[in-house]
Nanobody, 119 residues
């Protein structure tokens, strides 16, 4: 079993910054990638940013240049620095983990943390 614990959501004014953190723990054999997705009210969950074990990153077009994803492989943590936040960034942000646990491939989701950007 792999568990994800997220922190760092909250309320911020447009133009402000927030930092989300996520820590994976449990029976982790290996991690392929970690990242963040988000789901706004009435919309589907969408990718925000991911980062592989090798450090390759992938960002949604809407957040490029404003958000930065980083990882600590040794600690199995992933952070998302969000700058120049916009009201349209308001959503529940979910941490995502992809790797091997118990000799099987798994994808695990966090419980979500709410980010609200006021105009």
């Amino acid at each position: 079993q792999v568990q994800l614990v997220e922190s760092g959501g909250g309320l911020v004014q447009a133009g402000g910054s927030l930092r989300l953190s996520c820590a994976a723990s449990g029976s982790i054999f290996s991690t392929n990638a970690m990242g963040w997705y988000r789901q706004a009210p009435g919309k589907q969950r969408e990718l925000v940013a991911t980062i592989t074990n090798g450090g390759s990153t992938n960002y949604a077009h809407s957040v490029k240049g404003r958000f930065t994803i980083s990882r600590d492989n040794a600690k199995n943590t992933v952070d998302l620095q969000m700058n120049s936040l916009k009201p349209e960034d308001t959503a529940v942000y979910y941490c995502w983990w992809d790797g091997t646990s118990g000799y099987k491939h798994h994808e695990v989701w966090g419980q979500g943390t709410l980010v609200t950007v006021s105009s």
